[in-house]
């Protein structure tokens, strides 16, 4: 082996390296999109949030329930 095949195949390993860190090690920096606002749903149809406290479902007309995660 000499050193140009080195050369290739050390060069190969750190890009699959690389490649492998760019999909898999940046999926924490994802943002949480609901993370720390009172978020307001239908107990009976969840699909229907609202920011609004006041908010009523569209469909059954109940008043949206807090679904604050802690
Ligand atoms: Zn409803």
Request: aromatic share 12%.
């Given at each position: 082996m000499d050193?140009?095949?080195?050369?290739?195949?050390v060069g190969?390993?750190?890009?699959?390296?690389?490649?492998?860190?760019?999909?898999?090690?940046?999926?924490?920096?994802?943002?949480?999109?609901?993370?720390?606002?009172?978020?307001?749903?239908?107990?009976?149809?969840?699909?229907?949030?609202?920011?609004?406290?006041?908010?009523?479902?569209?469909?059954?007309?109940?008043?949206l329930t807090?679904?604050?995660?802690?």
């Amino acid at each position: 082996m000499d050193s140009a095949q080195i050369f290739v195949t050390v060069g190969g390993l750190a890009l699959i390296a690389w490649t492998l860190w760019f999909f898999f090690g940046k999926r924490e920096e994802e943002p949480v999109a609901a993370s720390g606002k009172a978020l307001y749903a239908c107990p009976m149809h969840p699909w229907i949030t609202s920011n609004e406290p006041t908010a009523t479902c569209s469909i059954c007309g109940m008043k949206l329930t807090s679904t604050s995660v802690e």
